[in-house]
C-alpha cells in the first residue's frame, strides 16, 4: 500500500463531522448509540447513575470509535428523552482498492462460489472464488443468498484522521427490486425463446 | 444521485422499500427516520440518506463504497414506481478539502477568479462561488457544472461540487425514459465517478505539494 500524497492526506483530514452520538434516557437508565462504527445504530453504552457533566470513555468495535466524551446535560429538561450531540470522536475515510459484482454460482453448506466481475476494470478477467457465506454480516442475508444472486464484494481500508489505516471487507447483496408472479411468467417465455433460438436445452 | 418528476413522498419509507425488496428488514428496522408526511419524506438508512419531495428524489450516501448500490437503490424504486412521471435526473459528486496554510487557500481563489478586475469596485474582493458549466467529454448529459466555493463546514476549506443533469424528453413513454436512465447509471455514471474524481485531484494537486 504505498503513501498518501499531500492532497490525499488533506482530503482525508476533511471527512465530514463524525456522526451524531445519540444519547438515550427514559429519566433514569443511560443508552449511547451512533451509526458509526460499522454496525448501524450500535449501543456504545448503557447503564444507570449518570449525572450530568459525566465524562465517559467510549471503545467500539475494532477500535472503530474511540474517545471521551462529556455527556451534556441531559436531566434538565422533561423533554430531553432523545438528545443528539456531535462528539469529538475520530472519524474515518474509506479507500477502495478492489470492488467486484459477484455472481454465486453455487451454495454447499456455509461455502459458496462466485464470479467476480471487477467493477473498476472492465477489462480484468473474470475471477472464481469461494468463500463463507459468513462473510454476508447479516442473518436474512445468508439466509436469502441462493445460486444466481449477485453480491458487491469491496475490499479497501479505512484511513482515520490519526493517520490510522485499518483494512476492511464487505459484501452486501445487490437489491433488486421484487418481481411479481406475471413478471416472473415473461421472463421465464421470455428465456425459453432465446434457449431456443440458441439451440439450448432449458437448463 | 437526484431525480425530478412527480412524486408521492410519503411512500417513500423505509418499510415501502424492504416490501420491495430494495433494503433489507433490519436496514428498514433501524432506518431513522426525521420526517413522512404528505409534503416531505426524509431518513436516512444505515449507509444511505434519502430526501423525497413532491417534484424531487435525492438518494446520497457519503460512503465510497455504496455507489453503486447507491444506484440500484433509484433504478429499483423507478422500477417499482413505473408510472411515476418522471422530468429529469442528475448525477452529483460533492468533496471538501481543507487548506492548512491560508495563503495557499487565499491563492486557490485568487486563481480560480482573479480579482484585478473587481478591486476599483471592491475592497478586499473575494470568490464567494464560483460555477462553471460544459459538457464532460462523451458524456450524454445536457450539461456538466462544477461549483467551487469556500467551504461551509471546514474552515480555509474548499467545497467542490459537480453536477451532470440530464433531461428526459417527454415525448417519451415513462418506460423508455426508465431504461434511458438506466442506460445512463450503466454506462456514465461509473465514468461520471472516474471523472469527478479526476476533477479534483487535478483541481488541487498543485495546492499540495510538499
Given at each position: 500500500?504505498?503513501t498518501?500524497?499531500?492532497?490525499e492526506k ?14 438515550q434516557?427514559?429519566g ?5 448509540s ?7 445504530h ?33 436531566w434538565?429538561?422533561?423533554q ?9 470522536l ?18 454447499d453448506?456455509?461455502q459458496?462460489?462466485m464470479r ?20 454476508l ?5 445468508r439466509?436469502?443468498?441462493?445460486v ?11 484511513r482515520?484522521?490519526g ?14 427490486p ?9 421472463i ?15 437448463e | ?7 408521492n413522498?410519503p411512500i ?7 416490501s ?16 413522512i ?10 449507509w444511505?440518506?434519502?430526501a ?8 446520497e450516501?457519503s460512503?465510497?463504497?455504496?455507489e ?30 481543507k ?14 477568479t482573479?480579482k484585478?478586475?473587481?478591486?476599483d ?30 467551504s ?11 453536477n451532470e443533469h ?22 456514465e455514471?461509473p ?14 494537486e498543485n495546492?499540495?505539494?510538499e
Amino acid at each position: 500500500m504505498g503513501t498518501s500524497t499531500p492532497l490525499e492526506k488533506a482530503i482525508d483530514s476533511s471527512a465530514p463531522d463524525p456522526p451524531p452520538i445519540t444519547f438515550q434516557s427514559d429519566g433514569a437508565e443511560l443508552k449511547l448509540s451512533t451509526t458509526t462504527g460499522g454496525k448501524p445504530h450500535q449501543v456504545l453504552t448503557s447503564g444507570y447513575g449518570y449525572s450530568s457533566d459525566t465524562a465517559i470513555k467510549l471503545n467500539g468495535d475494532n477500535g472503530a470509535i474511540k474517545g471521551t466524551l462529556r455527556l451534556p446535560n441531559l436531566w434538565d429538561s422533561e423533554q430531553s428523552k432523545v438528545k443528539t450531540m456531535r462528539a469529538d470522536l475520530d472519524s474515518f475515510k474509506r479507500v477502495i482498492l478492489q470492488q467486484w459484482e459477484a455472481v454465486v454460482d453455487s451454495k454447499d453448506g456455509d461455502q459458496m462460489s462466485m464470479r467476480l466481475f471487477d467493477l473498476k476494470d472492465k477489462y480484468a478477467p473474470v475471477e472464481v472464488v469461494t468463500i463463507s457465506v459468513d462473510e454476508l454480516p447479516q442473518e436474512e442475508d445468508r439466509r436469502n443468498t441462493t445460486v444466481g444472486s449477485v453480491l458487491y464484494w469491496t475490499i479497501g481500508y479505512e484511513r482515520r484522521r490519526g493517520g490510522q489505516r485499518m483494512r476492511f471487507t464487505e459484501i452486501r447483496p445487490k437489491r433488486l427490486p421484487k418481481i411479481d408472479h406475471t413478471a416472473q411468467l415473461k421472463i421465464n417465455m421470455k428465456a425459453r425463446k432465446l434457449a431456443e433460438k440458441f439451440g439450448l436445452d432449458e437448463e | 444521485m437526484v431525480l425530478l418528476g412527480d412524486f408521492n413522498p410519503p411512500i417513500l419509507a423505509p418499510h415501502w422499500l424492504f416490501s420491495t425488496g430494495l433494503t433489507s428488514k433490519s436496514e428498514a428496522d433501524e432506518a431513522k427516520v426525521d420526517v413522512i408526511h404528505p409534503e416531505f419524506s426524509n431518513f436516512q438508512l444505515s449507509w444511505a440518506a434519502i430526501a423525497c419531495d413532491k417534484t424531487r428524489l435525492q438518494i446520497e450516501t457519503s460512503d465510497i463504497a455504496k455507489e453503486f448500490e447507491l444506484r440500484d437503490m433509484v433504478f429499483g424504486i423507478i422500477t417499482v414506481l413505473e408510472h411515476i412521471p418522471l422530468r429529469a435526473f442528475g448525477f452529483n459528486y460533492s468533496v471538501h478539502v481543507k487548506f492548512n496554510d491560508i495563503e495557499v487557500w487565499h491563492r486557490f481563489g485568487h486563481d480560480c477568479t482573479p480579482k484585478a478586475i473587481w478591486s476599483d469596485y471592491l475592497e478586499k474582493p473575494g470568490m464567494r462561488s464560483l460555477v462553471i458549466e460544459g459538457k464532460r467529454q462523451g458524456a450524454t448529459s445536457k450539461r456538466t457544472q462544477i461549483k467551487v466555493e469556500p467551504s461551509p463546514e471546514i474552515e480555509t476549506g474548499v467545497h467542490i461540487h459537480i453536477n451532470e443533469h440530464f433531461v428526459l424528453d417527454n415525448e417519451k413513454t415513462e418506460s423508455e425514459k426508465r431504461k434511458e436512465i438506466e442506460t445512463a447509471g450503466s454506462s456514465e455514471y461509473p465514468e461520471f465517478l472516474k471523472h469527478s474524481k479526476y476533477v479534483v485531484q487535478n483541481l488541487l494537486e498543485n495546492y499540495f505539494k510538499e
